[in-house]
Each structure stands twice: as structure tokens, then as C-alpha cells.
Nanobody, 115 residues
Framework: QVQLVESGGGLVQAGGSLRLSCAAS????????MGWYRQAPGKQRELVAV????????NYGDSVKGRFTISRDNAKNTVYLQMNSLKPEDTAVYYC????????WGQGTQVTVSS
């Protein structure tokens, strides 16, 4: 099992930036894909961005393409999400996910974008 610890959420004005971090521990060698999902109140959890452990291939949700960038540091077993040009509709709890044998989730970090 993989343990995930997220950091970097907070309150920011529209147009601003935040960077989220997610550090994996436990069995990080078993991870094939890591990424971020988010869930706003009353809505389903949705894909934000994912990145593979091998080639570093990425995939983004349509609503964040061109504004968010996912990256990873394999030596630190950490994945990052750089969020630029934030909008109020980006307000949500952001969850880190690790896909390997199964899927593991972080506890979530709140991102609030004020208008």
C-alpha cells in the first residue's frame, strides 16, 4: 500500500497560481501512474492530470489544459501540480492518486479561488 501526503492548497485570487505537491511513501516502486483529481461540492470527482512513472506521459482534463502542468521527481517519489490562471470554478478539494496494484488516495487539500 502507498501512503500519499498532499500539500500546497490554499486561498488565491482569480488569475493567481498555486503549486500542489504529493509525496508517496510505503511502496512507491509499485506505482505506475500518479495524478490529481478534484471534487467540488455537489459534483463528481473529476480528472485533473496524471503522469506515468516510466516515460512521463501526461494526460489532462479538458478544463485545465493550457493552465495546469503536472510533473514528477522520481528521486523524491513526488508529483507536482502547477496551477496557473486559476478561476473560481477551479475551487475544489484536490486529491492525489497513485495507481499500481490498486489505487491509493491522499486525504485531499482544499483549493479556493476567489473572484
Amino acid at each position: 500500500q502507498v501512503q500519499l501526503v498532499e500539500s500546497g492548497g490554499g486561498l488565491v485570487q482569480a488569475g493567481g497560481s498555486l503549486r500542489l505537491s504529493c509525496a508517496a511513501s510505503g511502496s512507491p516502486f509499485s506505482i505506475n501512474i500518479m495524478g490529481w483529481y478534484r471534487q467540488a461540492p455537489g459534483k463528481q470527482r473529476e480528472l485533473v492530470a496524471v503522469i506515468t512513472s516510466g516515460a512521463g506521459s501526461t494526460n489532462y482534463g479538458d478544463s485545465v489544459k493550457g493552465r495546469f502542468t503536472i510533473s514528477r521527481d522520481n528521486a523524491k517519489n513526488t508529483v507536482y501540480l502547477q496551477m496557473n490562471s486559476l478561476k473560481p470554478e477551479d475551487t475544489a478539494v484536490y486529491y492525489c492518486a497513485a495507481f499500481g496494484v490498486g489505487v491509493d488516495w491522499g486525504q485531499g487539500t482544499q483549493v479556493t479561488v476567489s473572484s
